[in-house]
Structures are given as structure tokens and as C-alpha cells.
Nanobody, 115 residues
């Protein structure tokens, strides 16, 4: 069974950047699309970005032009480059397949955007 481990979060000022990583315990990209999700305090988890097995990408409107999802097939890793961060990007960020598989949710990585 695959395991997904997120990392790279932290505290950053508005306008700053972070790069999140999601390392899988085995090859994942031949199975389906992968996604980054986030959950802010008091809100439901939302889909932020997806990347298909063919490397096509899609983003929720609020992050278009600021976030970039990518992957390394060799490293079994999905990345989320986040630029021009805003306070409303503050959340715990998770990776999972898209559509998500319930038992694969990990601990996530906290991103806090604050001055």
C-alpha cells in the first residue's frame, strides 16, 4: 500500500514563496492523477491543483498564476511551488490521488502566511 508524506511547509510573509513536496513510497503516476489539497481552520478541505498521468495540470481559480504543480517520476514525488503567497493561503496542505482515496490522507504540512 502506498504511503504519501508531505513536507516543505512553514511560516512565510505575504508575497513569499514555498515549495511543498509529496513523497510516495512507490510509483504512483501510472495509476492516476495526483492532487494537492488544503484545509484552512474551520473550512472544508478543498482541491488546489491536479496533475494527470500525462502531466496535464489544473488549478483552482484562487491559485492560478501563483501555484505550479509538478512531479518527478524518478523520485515518485509531487511538488507544489507556491509564489505570491497570501494570508488566505494559510492551511494544512495534503496530497492524494484525484479523486482522493480516503485511507491515503497523511498528516499534511502546515503553511502559514503572516507578517
Amino acid at each position: 500500500q502506498v504511503q504519501l508524506v508531505e513536507s516543505g511547509g512553514g511560516l512565510v510573509q505575504p508575497g513569499g514563496s514555498l515549495r511543498l513536496s509529496c513523497a510516495a513510497s512507490r510509483s504512483i503516476f501510472s495509476i492516476g492523477a495526483m492532487g494537492w489539497y488544503r484545509q484552512a481552520p474551520g473550512k472544508q478541505r478543498e482541491l488546489v491543483a491536479t496533475i494527470t498521468s500525462g502531466a496535464s495540470t489544473n488549478y483552482t481559480d484562487s491559485v492560478k498564476g501563483r501555484f505550479t504543480i509538478s512531479r518527478s517520476i524518478v523520485k515518485n514525488t509531487v511538488y507544489l511551488q507556491m509564489n505570491s503567497l497570501k494570508p488566505e493561503d494559510t492551511a494544512v496542505y495534503y496530497c492524494n490521488y484525484y479523486p482522493a482515496i480516503g485511507h491515503l490522507w497523511g498528516q499534511g504540512t502546515q503553511v502559514t502566511v503572516s507578517s
